[in-house]
């Protein structure tokens, strides 16, 4: 099983539409999580972190469950500009430490 | 501001070869990523080091591969002897406060295509 689990998609939505990803992640003990977005044939760039409480930055709102491990992401009235992958990371928090990026899902939004 | 810097973005090369990619950190960051990303896996850490010291290199895939920082601002991931299945984007990344923040800064990657 992968650690860090996303649906591929694309999920394909037309300009103005609410549209949600979730993400899972395999260890519990996990401590810190993010969503980083990825433009096509472009670097991966932070977008926001995820806090228990959960929390928004604009069109974009995040949440975590713990108890079921998993983080979503909600984009509200979507436009043609957020079209890309994105990408859930989770910190391991091993001792050794490092970000574990999931594979990503694809959001095309359509005129 | 510069960013992270990697070279070269694209390389072709035969089966056997060997591979060297370059990266040039963001100045006064202290950890220093080499991530691998395809199609198939995804986006996976190679290695990482911290104040120049490789702290996980877990993720290197076999001896084939190795990666050296001999100063804060220059890192080289070496592929020798390079096989078919090595292409894919190497991705450089760098950072200040990662643990925290979550927020590591990417190069624009190095696209290795092995034939």
């Known amino acids: 099983r992968k650690e860090v689990e996303q649906d591929p998609g694309p999920f394909n939505v037309p300009e103005g539409a609410t549209v949600a990803f979730n993400c899972t992640y395999s260890?519990?003990?996990?401590?810190?999580f993010f969503w980083y977005r990825q433009d096509c044939r472009k670097e991966p760039k932070l977008l926001m972190s995820v806090y228990s409480s959960g929390n928004e930055d604009g069109r974009f709102t995040a949440q975590l469950n713990r108890a079921s491990q998993y983080i979503s992401l909600l984009i509200r009235d979507s436009k043609l500009s957020d079209s890309a992958t994105y990408l859930c990371?989770?910190?391991?928090?091993?001792?050794?430490?490092?970000?574990?990026f999931g594979s990503g899902t694809r959001l095309q939004v359509q005129p | 501001d510069a960013g992270v810097i990697q070279s070269p973005r694209h390389e072709v090369t035969e089966m056997g070869q060997e591979v060297t990619l370059r990266c040039k950190p963001i100045?006064?960051?202290?950890?220093l990523f080499w991530y691998r990303q395809t199609m198939m896996r995804g986006l996976e850490l190679l290695i990482y080091f911290n104040n120049n010291v490789p702290i996980d290199d877990s993720g290197m895939p076999e001896d084939r591969f190795s990666a050296k920082m001999p100063n804060a601002s220059f890192s080289t991931l070496k592929i020798q002897p390079s096989e078919p299945r090595d292409s894919a984007v190497y991705f450089c990344a760098s950072s200040f406060d990662w643990g925290n923040t979550g927020e590591l800064f990417f190069g624009e990657g190095s696209r290795l295509t092995v034939l």
């Open positions: 990371v989770v910190n391991r928090d091993t001792g050794r430490r490092a970000l574990t």
């Open positions: 100045s006064g960051h202290n950890s």
């Open positions: 260890n519990s003990a996990s401590q810190s």
